[in-house]
């Protein structure tokens, strides 16, 4: 069973940083692309960055300059580092990823749990 295990929330103040992860578990043959996503309540979840197995990133404008996506293929877990924090990043943060589990022809998408990052004024 394929899961995305995230850690790295908290709560820090304006103008700080945080840096999340998120590991797949569970047996794989490949990652096509890895991401964060995040979302506040009463509001739809926003896109915030993604990277591909070879390393090409996106960023939503919003926190281009600020924050970090990479990929660490060998232990198939994705770093987000957020610097420069703004009260308006508060959000619960979700991992996403386009995977291939093992012994499946095709692409699966998955959710992490969530962690929540709270940026104090």
């Known amino acids: 069973q394929v899961q995305l295990v995230e850690s790295g929330g908290g709560l820090v103040q304006a103008g700080g940083s945080l840096r999340l992860s998120c590991a797949v578990s569970?047996?794989?043959?490949?990652?096509?692309?890895m991401g964060w996503y995040r979302q506040t309540p009463g509001k739809e979840r926003e896109y915030v960055a993604i990277?591909?197995?070879?390393?090409?990133?996106n960023y939503a404008d919003s926190v281009k300059d600020r924050f970090t996506i990479s990929l660490d293929n060998a232990k198939n877990t994705v770093y987000l580092q957020m610097n420069s924090l703004k009260p308006d990043d508060t959000a619960v943060y979700y991992c996403?990823?386009?995977?291939?589990?093992?012994?499946?022809?095709?692409?699966?998408?998955?959710w992490g749990q969530g962690t929540q990052v709270t940026v104090s004024s």
């Open positions: 569970g047996s794989i043959s490949k990652i096509n692309v």
């Open positions: 996403n990823a386009h995977l291939q589990p093992r012994n499946r022809p095709t692409l699966h998408m998955y």
């Open positions: 990277v591909a197995s070879g390393g090409s990133t």
